[in-house]
């Protein structure tokens, strides 16, 4: 089975908070949008489990965030791959769309 999402259409930017589109689930894999605007972020945090996720900018510019407070530059095109364990966040410096997948899912 072939799905397409439009994730430009399906899912905007929130005034107070970051929006969050779930784009897939499955049994091998979770893919999500989240829409920040300048100034939002998703704090570090980590996941007690076995994995790796994928987080891709889509559009905009921020940082990742990581453990001990660390920041890499994150432009259209980046890709930031970690396993699930390790700390994790983005932070937005302009309206800004990424795509993360997880897997396994949790």
Do not use: C
């Not at 430009?8 to 979770?30: M, T």
């Not at 949008?33 to 889509?58: M, T, W, Y």
């Not at 994790?88 to 993360?100: C, D, N, P």
């Amino acid at each position: 089975m072939m799905k397409r999402i439009e994730v430009f259409k399906e899912s905007g930017f929130g005034d107070k908070a970051l929006k969050r589109l779930l784009v897939h689930d499955s049994p091998y894999f979770k893919v999500l949008n989240f829409n920040f605007n300048a100034g939002q972020e998703l704090p570090i945090h980590s996941h007690d489990i076995e994995g790796q996720l994928s987080i891709v900018v889509l559009e905009g510019t921020g940082s990742f965030l990581g453990k001990d407070d660390s920041e890499l530059p994150a432009n259209p095109g980046d890709v930031l791959i970690s396993d699930i364990s390790e700390p994790h966040g983005i932070r937005a410096t302009s309206k800004m769309r990424v795509l993360v997948t997880i897997a396994p899912p949790i």
